[in-house]
């Protein structure tokens, strides 16, 4: 019923900036949380952006000031502006959704950024 969509990931250089998306279809109610989550090969699964249902955002420590979670309710969508990308922002990010007591998950977009 609820499927979350991602694209936007690829190959770019060391400072390089993506554009991350990620399409949320079916319904869902109360949605607490939207964000996005990365992971690397051998590591934990962190928490790289999150946006509540009002708008307050969190952001890990790593990417503050390069990266932006935005949405656009209207179209279902919510993004990932990744700017100075480094070589460790290699990884698989995945969006997510928190609402109705419920997590939800995409399948991930590999992003990869070389040296």
């Known amino acids: 019923q609820v499927h979350l969509v991602e694209s936007g990931g690829g190959l770019v250089q060391t400072g390089g900036s993506l554009r991350l998306s990620c399409a949320v279809t079916?319904?869902?109610?109360?949605?607490?949380?939207e964000g996005w989550y990365r992971q690397a090969p051998g590591k934990q699964r962190e928490m790289v952006a999150r946006?509540?249902?009002?708008?307050?955002?969190t952001y890990a420590d790593s990417v503050k000031g390069r990266f932006t979670i935005s949405r656009d309710n209207a179209k279902n969508m919510v993004y990932l502006q990744m700017n100075s990308l480094k070589s460790e922002d290699t990884a698989v990010y995945y969006c997510?959704?928190?609402?109705?007591?419920?997590?939800?998950w995409g399948q991930g977009t590999q992003v990869t950024v070389s040296s």
């Open positions: 997510n959704v928190f609402g109705g007591w419920h997590d939800y």
């Open positions: 079916g319904s869902i109610s109360s949605i607490a949380f």
């Open positions: 946006i509540t249902s009002g708008g307050t955002t």
